[in-house]
């Protein structure tokens, strides 16, 4: 089984910063494409940003030169840097992971349990 657990979520300020976290555990080979997702009240899940198993990311509009996601493949983790944050930003957020597994052999797609992030004053 693989497990992704997400931290860092929380309540800050227009303009403030937030750094998520999302550790995958278990049986795993290797992962691809790590990303976020978020979604807010009332609205679709949508993109928020990805990186993949070489380095290339995509961002969505809304956040590019706000947000910085990476990864650590020698922890199987993928972070995600928030800088001035607006109200807007505020909805829960899910990691996403492509990973090989080492029992299966097969790539399957796997979601965190979501952690919220609130920007209000």
């Known amino acids: 089984q693989v497990q992704l657990v997400e931290s860092g979520g929380g309540l800050v300020q227009p303009g403030g910063s937030l750094r998520l976290s999302c550790a995958a555990s278990?049986?795993?080979?290797?992962?691809?494409?790590m990303g976020w997702y978020r979604q807010a009240p009332g609205k679709q899940r949508e993109l928020v940003a990805v990186?993949?198993?070489?380095?290339?990311?995509t961002y969505a509009d809304s956040v590019k030169g706000r947000f910085t996601i990476s990864r650590d493949n020698a922890k199987h983790t993928v972070y995600l840097q928030m800088i001035s944050l607006k109200p807007e930003d505020t909805a829960a957020y899910y990691c996403h992971a492509l990973i090989l597994g080492s029992r299966s052999r097969m790539i399957s797609d796997h979601w965190g349990q979501g952690t919220q992030v609130t920007v209000s004053s």
């Open positions: 990186v993949t198993s070489g380095s290339s990311t």
């Open positions: 278990g049986s795993i080979l290797s992962i691809n494409a």
